[in-house]
């Protein structure tokens, strides 16, 4: 039986995929109006360049996965946990 008011993982990655999603739009948005630095950098994390490609003679997969980290989706990750330990 689950404990009262426990809260499962579940809820915690709905928190920071929210964080993330409105932290990156509000990165963008402010790197759009600020020209410095700390705005309008990114780290791009993953498959950069040409995906992964997997031939197998009848099948090929292509495997490519990026992540585009900015200010906004820090202080979104931020906030999501945040919320997940308040709520």
Excluded: C, Q
Aim: no cysteine; charged share 15%; glycine share 14%.
């Amino acid at each position: 039986m689950p404990r009262r008011g426990s809260k499962g993982a579940g809820i915690l990655i709905l928190y920071l995929l929210a964080g993330i999603i409105i932290g990156s739009l509000f990165g963008n948005i402010l790197a759009s109006y600020f020209k410095h630095e700390i705005f309008t950098k990114t780290v791009e994390i993953g498959t950069i360049g040409k995906p992964a490609t997997l031939d197998l003679g009848i099948l090929r997969l292509t495997f490519g996965l990026t992540f585009v980290i900015n200010i906004g989706t820090v202080i979104g990750i931020l906030l999501g946990i945040i919320f997940y330990k308040r709520w």
